[in-house]
């Protein structure tokens, strides 16, 4: 009986809008993935590609989110460590163990190990880190058609001059984290 060994990890914990997202994903050994890696090292491009080849390929793929009310409500450190437990929750398979990126763990039904850097590091999660962060992407791109003006199509809710400008001219949004400090600022001078 072979040994499910599942990657994890999360994009969108520095943004000043939108969900953290995570992603599980166990590979399939028979089925190698060439240029695995942590996504921010990708072009879009190639993160895009590489997304339809882990779909195709892995032997289980789950997503978990944590939304912006359950990140002002338990801080981002711990909704990320969540939306991290639901992406393996979601796997159609129950790993044995699981390769977190980071130094900190989340409540897993399995043994768990982080790695700081893992991304970078291990196969399994370079493909978690590239689901997740593709995942995000999109949604903020989606969100940006619902909230014109703010940019979130070109900076994914990261605190970027043009996000930061646009906070100011038009407000905070429902999708901004108010426990974020930039947030945080324009919501008490108004």
């Known amino acids: 009986m072979p040994e499910w060994i599942c990657g994890v990890d999360e994009a969108g914990r520095g943004p000043l809008a939108g969900p953290v997202v995570a992603a ?16 921010k090292k990708l072009s879009e491009k190639r993160r895009e ?10 032997l289980a793929c789950g997503i978990g989110r944590a939304e912006v009310a359950e990140i002002d409500a338990i801080n981002i450190l711990q909704a990320s460590l969540l939306a ?26 399995c043994t768990a190990k982080a ?13 978690a880190s590239i689901l997740a962060k593709v995942a995000r992407d999109r949604e903020m791109i989606e969100l940006d058609a619902a909230y ?12 970027t001059r043009m996000h930061l400008e646009a906070l100011q001219m038009r407000g905070v949004t429902e999708i901004h984290r108010r426990s974020f400090a930039p947030v945080r600022r324009l919501l008490c001078e108004s």
Do not use: W
């Open 115 to 127: 790695i700081v850097g893992g991304d970078g590091l291990v196969d399994c999660i370079g493909a």
């Open 84 to 109: 991290m437990q639901r992406a393996v929750q979601r796997l159609a398979v129950t790993p044995d163990h699981a390769l977190v990126d980071g130094d900190k763990l989340p409540q897993l039904l």
């Open 49 to 58: 590609q590489l997304y339809v080849e882990i779909h195709a390929k892995a």
């Open 24 to 39: 599980a994903v166990i590979l399939d050994p028979a089925q190698p993935i060439l240029g695995l890696n942590d996504s």
């Open 148 to 159: 014109p003006g703010y940019g979130f199509a070109r900076h994914k809710g990261y605190p």
